[in-house]
């Protein structure tokens, strides 16, 4: 549970928040790779923590990323026409490169001053790893690139996708550091209630019994969640991470893929998610692009030519415009795709002061106070570690035995998994 002003301070994103000032200390993902390979592409508009940008391709295939709104008198310069070298306004047709700066005014004298004044904000913005990134925080403090294992391998090794998601970025995250969830949801599913032992199992005898343990680091959280409950040693644990700001992975699955999502946030309610699905070791199999395909992963399918979910709040999760009378868990094609739908039933910014937490929610908690710690904490002046140290992204979730009664942190062996880190 959270006070009234707390939950704005974590969920409010604009420019002028405490929220919104510490993400953008940060890099994030805005677009797909393929969106904007082409030299002299559409510029494509971009929302991203409340603020409209243009993003541009030049004829010498440079990216580029201004403020949307055209230094002139204001018309989008997402509307104009991106050709020889620069991004020309729809409007009066004023011209600026990659920098802001500016290559052309139309009926302007050859001596007025805005040749040297009229500049267009620009901001940074790079191709990595599969998708396009910006940095809309101080120009002159760039932090490093998150250095995650899936920006690092060969294309054919993973699968990206971005969608829209119908609620604060926050409760994105929530959803996937809810480690009960994948129990609850899989029941819902079969329509079988949870086992007994699901959510209900120690990992360490001080405590009260509970599924979740979360470690705060530099980066984020790692969090152990274990799985068998059947009261026997060890127990078995999956080692997961949660990275600053909004990042959140999943465990591996047999074959040893992996997968983590991005929550960007569009604007106070609604974000914009980017999931990745890799293999460090090799390209991902036929039969698991295909189960991609059919949205069985974290690739929700899409409404036709958007990145609107094809069951969404509009449709009533239906699928289609008819009304289903199927059960709600029933209709999706994943647990995931469930949970995310779950997460926007809660509203688009949940009152967390009404809530009841319990303790599967630790993970929850310790996200939220880890965010806000660290928004007041730039208030005063403290940038974020984590944003000089890209390295620190280089986790990989993965599972491990504990015994019983052991903290899952003071477990060598889960110890020495930290520390083998890719
Ligand atoms: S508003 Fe863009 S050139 Fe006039």
Not at 67 to 90: I, M, Q, T, V, Y
Request: glycine fraction near 8%; charged fraction near 25%.
């Amino acid at each position: 549970m959270l006070s009234s002003e707390d939950n704005e301070l974590l969920t409010r994103v604009g420019p002028d928040t405490p929220m919104g000032a510490l993400l953008r200390r940060f890099w994030f993902p805005i677009l797909l790779g393929p969106e904007i390979e082409e030299p002299d592409s559409e510029p494509l508009r971009v929302k991203v923590l409340g603020e409209f940008f243009v993003a541009f391709r030049d004829t010498q295939g440079r990216l580029g990323l201004l403020d949307a709104r055209c230094p002139h008198r204001g018309a989008d310069l997402s509307f104009g026409l991106n050709e020889e070298g620069g991004l020309r306004c729809a409007q009066c047709a004023w011209k600026f490169d990659v920098e802001g700066n500016i290559l052309d005014l139309p009926m302007e004298p050859e001596d007025s001053p805005l040749w040297k004044e009229a500049t267009a904000p620009a901001f940074k913005i790079r191709d990595y790893g599969g998708l396009v990134w910006a940095y809309i925080g101080p120009q002159d403090d760039v932090p490093d690139l998150p250095e995650f294992e899936w920006t690092r391998v060969p294309a054919e090794q993973r699968y990206l996708s971005r969608f829209a998601v119908e609620c604060n970025y926050m409760q994105g995250v929530e959803g996937g550091l809810d480690a009960a969830r994948v129990n609850a949801l899989a029941a819902a599913e079969t329509g079988e209630p949870p086992s007994p032992g699901s959510g209900a199992t120690g990992l360490g005898d001080d405590e009260p019994a509970h599924t979740v343990r979360a470690m705060a680091t530099d980066y984020g959280l790692i969090i152990g969640t274990a799985l068998d409950a059947d009261g026997q040693a060890p127990l078995d644990v999956q080692v997961t991470h949660w990275l600053m700001p909004f990042y959140t992975t999943a465990p591996a699955d047999e074959a040893g893929v992996l997968e983590g999502v991005a929550w960007v946030p569009t604007d106070d309610e609604s974000t914009m998610a980017f999931a990745v699905t890799y293999s460090p070791k090799r390209p991902l199999s036929k039969r698991l692009l295909a189960d991609i395909r059919r949205g069985k992963r974290i690739h929700p399918q899409l409404a036709e030519d958007s990145y609107r979910r094809k069951r969404n709040k509009d449709n009533g999760y239906s699928g289609s415009s008819k009304a289903s009378f199927a059960p709600f868990a029933s209709r999706f094609a994943s647990t995931f795709e469930l949970a995310v739908a779950c997460q926007e039933t809660m509203g688009t910014i949940v009152d967390r002061s009404a809530e009841t937490l319990g303790a599967n929610d630790a993970a929850v908690e310790a996200a939220r106070k880890l965010l806000m710690t660290a928004a007041v904490d730039l208030m005063e002046g403290t940038v974020p570690v984590v944003v000089r140290h890209g390295e620190a992204y280089r986790v990989r979730s993965y599972a491990a035995t504990v015994e019983r009664g052991k903290r899952f942190d003071e477990d060598e062996g889960v110890r020495a998994g930290i520390a083998a880190q890719v």
